[in-house]
């Protein structure tokens, strides 16, 4: 029975074999991009690839480095950091990338970053919101905001509006985005002196959480904030309308709130959560505009934040490639360093630590009918 | 020639780590699996040696020998600890307590801030290399081959065919679960070390039931004839994923085909070869 294996690891290493022989053309510029492009949570690291292939063609219109074709060499890693670490090293080495895009999750690149930051290659993560990111080293760059930006603007703007004192926290505490998440709520909370009458924890994977909305109903909050990814968020909001938490007390939520399959999910119940977004697709600038109509044209459906941000990105970087004036990891560090531009999600700097500088873009939205739109 | 062969090795680096672990995980599950135990815990010993020595290396700043050293003790106490009351239960009832280590485990580590909660820890210094992985991994291969040719090994053999049998004939059963027990866990926090020492971060959600069920497979494809089986079925499906990716989305599909065809037609797995003995 061992022909068949041997056959099997023999197609294996031929299909290996392919893949190393494929040649980038010697006066194309290659950089590397490590996102989730298969499996649960593909749907994030595939509206990055869309967004930043959407730009791609409008740069190489003109070209990079004098009309050079500036190509993303992709690879998978499905969400798990060991196959992320794979294909940086790949890139790194084999395909000899000046620079990394990605990867999609917090937790992937805490794996990935140490790695590119040891070879002095930049790698410029568009999605990853957790504290301590850029910490890694000073390759380490990133284009989303961190919660430490947004969820100020949020509970700064719910407390000017709607004068809320004191509130019940929730969060899921097995799931880091969400946990750091909740970090930044208590801060901020502290700092604007709202109470926190309690605060309940969950897992990521629960569905009932009427013990803890029934202690929170007890207490009567103005508001409840809650940090938690999109599915236990619209189970909460369900649940919450189900013990007869009155309609007036309004949901605060964090960047895993901001996802139409809230709206899908909650439906009415979800009516008036407040969630900050550093991008919103109906923005009416331009350059907002003109992204929204060519991607709904590529792509037949909605952008959602990852394909701003990834867009953006793509353009920061390529323009950083132009005034290096070489496909050099050290120059193109330099350059980005100094990007100073203006795309979808408002105008756009790195601060001296490689955080986006600029919080201006940010948006407060309010769920309406199963629809987010811009807090008036 | 040299500085190709460096960068193969720079790109390759953490898949060739992955295999030299695996290897280590699959002998784990494979000394526990000899004496015909069903554990689905190696996971939970593993998170344990990996969290024991990140916090140690981070903190304590101790020296790498000795964290290893740490890192296969506490799991081996772990495992006397809950080796007691669950070695009671024998199949299924086994696997299940096992699950719910793991699963503990997790709970803790996510609740606990000394282990950085669900964030995990990050910036753990690399500290292994390709020459320790793999020596480690051929001298537990060198131990196992010794004790299969013993008459320890004998022992083994004849629990996992017959327990009731091996037992008349003479063989200590309970000391031989608690040893085989002890053994894997020390086995399983030593991976978990060097996998935590190889890849900067590490997080609760590493060394849940599905890393455990991954290191059983590893056993099940290798096949437990020999401790060469387990190490095979490592290697292989470490590296399978890899060869596959060409094949992008229908690459999970073929990963599980393969594996299917090779345990419905090699039940035993793909090495059913014994170890000669001696004596």
Redesign the interface.
Known sequence: ??K??LA??VL??A??A??WAVPAKADDVTIGAIEI???PNARYGVAIKNGFDLALGEVNKAGVLGGKKLVIQYE?SAGN???A??GA??L???AKVPLLLGPTIS?EM??VG?VANQQKVPIVGTSTT?A?ITA?GSYVFRTSLPESDVIPVTLKAAQAKFGIKKVAVMY?????F???GYDVFKATLDKLGIQILTTETFGSKDSDFSAQLTKIKSLNPDAIVVSALVEPASGILLGARAIGIDPKVRFIGGNGFNSPKLGDIAGEAADGTLVGSPWFIAKDDAANTKFVTDYRAKYKEDPDQFAAQAYDTLHIVADAINKAGAADSEKIKTALQATKSTGVMGPFSFTADRDPADTSGVVVIEMKGGKFQILK | MSAALDNFFFSYQSLIFAVGINGLLALSIYTVLAVGQLSLGQAAFMGLGAYVSALLTLHLNWPFPAVLLAAMVVPALAALLIGGPTLKLTGVYLALATIALGEILRIVCNASDFTGGALGLSGIPSKTSFTLIFSLLALVLLGFVLVARSRLGRAMEAMREDEVAAGVMGVNLPAMKMGALVVSAMLAGLAGALNAHANSFIGPNDYSFDQAVTILSFALLGGIGSPFGPVLGAIILTLLPEFLTALHDFKLVVNGFIIVVAVLFMPRGLLVWRIGRIG
């Open positions: 029975m061992n068949p294996t099997v690891s294996a290493l299909a290996a392919a893949i492009l298969t499996g998978d950091k060991d196959q670490v794979n090293r790949k790194i080495g084999l937790n805490f794996a140490p957790a301590g890694i899921a505490n097995d799931d880091a969400s946990k750091s």
